[in-house]
C-alpha cells in the first residue's frame, strides 16, 4: 500500500507566534502516525515559484494523511498557522515504485 504525506510550503509572517503552532502540532501528528521527513532546512528553488520553508510529513497510507489533515485536534492548532504564516497544504498518495 503506498504512503501518503502531507506536504506544505509555509513563508512565516510571524515566527514567535509560529512557534506555538510547531510546538502544538507534532505531538498530534505523531500520533495519528506522522513522521517528519522534511521540516525547514535548506532548500533552492530550481525552477518556478514557492513559498520559503517546506515540510513533508510521512503517514502509513493516504487515507491515514488525510485523517491526520482532518483531524479536529489538529484543526484547531492549524488556526495558529493559518494566522501566522501563509501557506500551501497537500495531501499526495505515494507510490508502490521502488
Known amino acids: 500500500m503506498p504512503k501518503g504525506y502531507i506536504?506544505?510550503?509555509i513563508t512565516v509572517n510571524d515566527?514567535?507566534?509560529y512557534k506555538e503552532?510547531?510546538?502544538r502540532d507534532t505531538p498530534i501528528l505523531h500520533a495519528l502516525g506522522g513522521r517528519f521527513i522534511v521540516r525547514?532546512?535548506?532548500?533552492?528553488?530550481?525552477?518556478?515559484e514557492t513559498l520559503s520553508r517546506h515540510v513533508v510529513i510521512e503517514?502509513?497510507?493516504y487515507e491515514a494523511?488525510?485523517?491526520a489533515y482532518n483531524d479536529p485536534e489538529y484543526q484547531e492548532v492549524?488556526?495558529?498557522?493559518?494566522?501566522?504564516a501563509e501557506s500551501v497544504i497537500l495531501v499526495v498518495e505515494?507510490?508502490?515504485a521502488g
Request: hydrophobic share 30%.
Open 7 to 9: 506536504i506544505g510550503h
Open 15 to 17: 515566527p514567535e507566534a
Open 21 to 23: 503552532y510547531v510546538e
Open 40 to 48: 525547514g532546512g535548506q532548500a533552492q528553488v530550481m525552477e518556478g
Open 59 to 61: 503517514f502509513p497510507s
Open 65 to 67: 494523511a488525510l485523517t
Open 78 to 84: 492549524a488556526g495558529i498557522r493559518r494566522r501566522t
Open 94 to 96: 505515494g507510490t508502490d
